[in-house]
C-alpha cells in the first residue's frame, strides 16, 4: 500500500541530494516536484489509516535524508550570496517599501585595478 509511495519518495531524495552535490539546478527542479508528489502520495495512501508499524522506521530515515538534504541546500545558497557579495552583487532585502517594490542593496566592488 505505501511501499510504492516510500520507493518514490527514497528515489527523489537520493536524486535530490545528487542535484544538490553536483549543482544541478535542473535536476534539483525535477527531483523537488518528484518529491511532492510521492509526499502527496504517501499523505494520499495513508489517509485515515495511518502507517503500519514495520514502516515508521523507514519514514524517519526518509525525513532524516530530507533534513540532511536541506543543511546541504542552505550551505549552497551561503556559498552562492558569498560569491555575490565579493561580486559586488547582493540579494534583495526580501521586505517591501511603501511603492510596494523591494529594494536591493548593492555597492559595486571593482575586480580590479588599472
Keep these: 500500500m505505501t511501499h510504492a509511495p ?3 519518495l527514497s528515489a527523489a531524495l537520493e536524486e535530490e541530494r545528487r542535484a544538490i552535490v553536483e549543482h544541478d539546478v ?5 527531483c523537488t516536484q518528484e518529491k ?5 502520495a504517501l499523505e494520499a495512501a495513508a489517509a485515515g489509516y495511518g502507517f ?7 519514514l ?5 535524508m530530507n533534513h540532511a ?6 550551505r549552497r545558497r551561503r556559498e552562492v550570496n558569498w560569491a555575490l557579495r565579493h ?3 547582493t540579494e534583495s532585502s526580501g521586505a517591501y517599501d511603501a511603492q ?8 559595486p566592488r571593482p575586480l580590479a585595478v588599472a
Excluded at 36 to 40: G, V
Excluded at 60 to 64: F, G, I, P, Y
Excluded at 69 to 74: E, K
Excluded at 100 to 107: D, I, K, R
Design 87 to 89: 561580486l559586488g552583487r
Design 69 to 74: 538534504n536541506g543543511i546541504l541546500l542552505a
Design 26 to 30: 535542473e535536476g534539483l527542479v525535477r
Design 36 to 40: 511532492l508528489d510521492a509526499l502527496r
Design 52 to 58: 503500519p508499524d514495520e514502516l515508521q522506521g523507514r
Design 6 to 8: 516510500l520507493q518514490r
Design 100 to 107: 510596494g517594490q523591494t529594494s536591493t542593496l548593492s555597492a
Design 60 to 64: 524517519t530515515e526518509l525525513a532524516e
